[in-house]
């Protein structure tokens, strides 16, 4: 059996949303900034994110992390985020379980009670803090960069329902804001398909209207995709619950890492949220992260804040992967 593309992975998920972590038979990846290896890796490796997302490997919703030398000087390492589209500036819920994997794999040595894990993010230097007990990792919480609402209230012509006001924030990556009640439907209630028509609506109404900027880098500044809220931006007590519908309409099972950041950003910039306040944040499928608005501080011209995000992830298991020379589909394929 001639075998080709033979490539080590470990899976886990968070809040169960998927993560495929790249252990070995990547190629070198160059690059003097993170931002540079992921255009590289864009521009000449694309072909291996067909290959360990879609499938028969994958599947329409994968997401992947590739570990790469760091250019930050305080990072422990690297990493690239490939989905079904390309690959992503922030991953809130990659970072959680990079945070474990990292202390589990002998990456960072591991020290109790808490272990700091430092991974650079094209977006910048994201901070995981890792519990560990008798030498055993557990809930992972991650400080984001700073993370602000970048277009307030904006009017946006979406097709099938007219004007809808929704905000545009950025939390690692960029979000469009809505709520799904203003489709009729309910983020942990209402069809999935539906959901993801509505979300994509709105992504697709605010590229038209609304022009993105970052203060960091020209890469950074692209909407990643729309978030639908139950519209409980308010503090409470009691949680909230949004879906995350991004790339190229794939659905995150999780509440979004960098999605709670993003909306953090913008309820505090509403005044809807204090400076140590802590939230819950559900998925369409129940699964909850705790978003706490945690400090202060600037991007650019923007105020903004460090919001920190807390959950768990776990490992569902690891393979090594090939395609044989005469397989006509084993590059990778999606059904739509």
């Given amino acids: ?3 080709q593309q033979k490539i080590s992975v470990v899976d886990m998920h968070t809040g169960g949303e998927p993560l495929r972590i790249v252990t070995g038979g990547y190629p070198e990846i160059p690059g003097e900034s993170i ?18 997302m879609f499938e028969p490997r994958g ?44 202390i589990d794999h002998g990456l960072v040595e591991a020290k109790s009670p808490v272990t700091e894990v430092r991974i650079e993010c094209p977006c ?9 007990e008798n030498g055993v990792t557990g809930a992972v919480s991650f400080h984001s960069v700073p993370a602000f609402l970048h277009s307030r209230d904006v009017t946006v012509d979406v097709k099938g329902l007219g004007e809808l006001t929704v905000d545009v ?38 590229r038209a209207a609304v022009t993105l900027q970052h203060p960091d880098d020209a890469d950074l500044a692209f909407l990643y995709g729309t978030i639908l809220t139950d519209g409980n931006d ?78 768990k992830a776990h490992y569902s298991g690891e393979a090594t992967f090939w395609r044989e020379n005469d397989d006509p589909v084993g590059n990778g394929f999606l059904l739509r």
């Fill in 1 to 3: 059996m001639d075998k």
């Fill in 35 to 52: 931002l540079a290896k992921r255009r590289f890796t864009r521009d000449n490796l694309d072909h291996l994110r067909h290959f360990l």
């Fill in 59 to 102: 599947h329409f919703d994968m997401y992947g992390a590739i570990l790469v030398e760091p250019s930050h000087p305080d990072a422990h390492f690297g990493v690239l985020f490939m989905h079904n589209e390309g690959y992503s500036t922030m991953c809130g819920h990659a970072v959680i379980a990079l945070g474990r994997y990292a």
């Fill in 124 to 132: 910048g230097l994201v901070i995981a803090s890792v519990e560990v």
């Fill in 169 to 206: 924030s950025y939390g690692g990556a960029f979000y469009g804001l809505a709520p799904a009640s203003a489709f009729g439907l309910d983020v942990q209630k209402s069809r999935t398909r539906d959901l993801v028509d509505a979300a994509n609506a709105v992504s697709d109404a605010i």
């Fill in 234 to 311: 308010a503090y409470s007590a009691d949680p909230t619950a949004n879906i995350c519908v991004f790339a190229d309409s794939q659905v995150d099972r999780s509440p979004t890492g960098s999605g709670v950041t993003a909306r953090l950003a913008a309820q505090a910039a509403k005044g809807l949220i204090s400076k140590g306040q802590t939230r819950r944040f559900e998925s369409l499928i129940a699964t909850s992260f705790e978003g706490t608005y945690y400090a202060d501080t600037k991007c650019g011209p923007h105020d903004a804040i460090v919001a920190q995000v807390a959950g």
